[in-house]
Nanobody, 123 residues
Framework: QLQASGGGLVQDGESLRLSCDAS????????MGWYRQAPGKQRELVAT???????RYADSVRGRFTISRDNAKNTVSLQMNSLKPEDTAVYYC???????????????????WGQGTLVTVSS
């Protein structure tokens, strides 16, 4: 239900923009965000944004990455500037507190994950 795009191969210091679309009829998504998993490491939070606009960033990306969302379109984007080799990872889109049409209502909503998109930063 989440489709991510925008990954690729860039050089140290360059930029990329990731996008993620939530498909289907969705009444509400509380939090949308991005996580990443580098080879041999655990998945970690990159950035999240609440539907009211509150953002959260990992210390390692604060000041370089910017997350944004369009509540009407149920999309979330991640602008990544000044990329470093240590940003190399598979990036996953996430949505929490999803209230979709056609599924039983639960107060806390459902959680969705995207399929992942690879970002490679060469030195």
């Amino acid at each position: 239900q989440l489709q991510a795009s925008g990954g690729g191969l860039v050089q140290d210091g360059e930029s990329l923009r990731l996008s993620c679309d939530a498909s289907g009829t969705i009444y509400r998504i509380s939090v949308m965000g991005w996580y990443r998993q580098a080879p041999g490491k655990q998945r970690e939070l990159v950035a999240t944004v609440h539907r009211f606009g509150t953002t959260r960033y990992a210390d390692s990306v604060r000041g370089r990455f910017t997350i944004s969302r369009d509540n009407a379109k149920n999309t979330v984007s991640l602008q990544m500037n000044s990329l470093k080799p240590e940003d190399t990872a598979v990036y996953y889109c996430n949505a929490e507190g999803v209230i979709p049409a056609g599924r039983p209502y639960i107060a806390e909503g459902y959680e969705y994950w995207g399929q992942g998109t690879l970002v490679t930063v060469s030195s």
